[in-house]
């Protein structure tokens, strides 16, 4: 059965209007996720440790604390 015209101009306007609600959602996440990005950014804190045996210990304690929170998926 062959469309008419009004009938592929509504699926056209239909499809457009689809279209801008998606990138509008998009959008949104990516604000969301520049303002995590942010926020981890101002978390970060530097410590100065002169001696080299703590120094090496706390680097590795840290290491390991950050692989358990990323295997487990943890989040504030």
């Not at 998606?22 to 996720?33: A, D, N, S």
């Not at 995590?36 to 440790?49: D, F, H, M």
């Not at 045996?53 to 295997?71: A, F, H, P």
């Amino acid at each position: 059965m062959p469309y008419g015209g009004d009938n592929m101009e509504n699926r056209f306007e239909e499809f457009v209007e689809e279209t801008n609600q998606k990138l509008k959602e998009l959008e949104t996440m990516i604000r969301i996720l520049q303002s995590e990005l942010n926020s981890a950014k101002r978390e970060t804190v530097k410590v100065n440790i002169t001696n080299q045996d703590i120094k090496s210990s706390l680097g590795s304690t840290i290491k390991t604390v950050g692989d358990l929170v990323r295997k487990n998926g943890f989040k504030k």
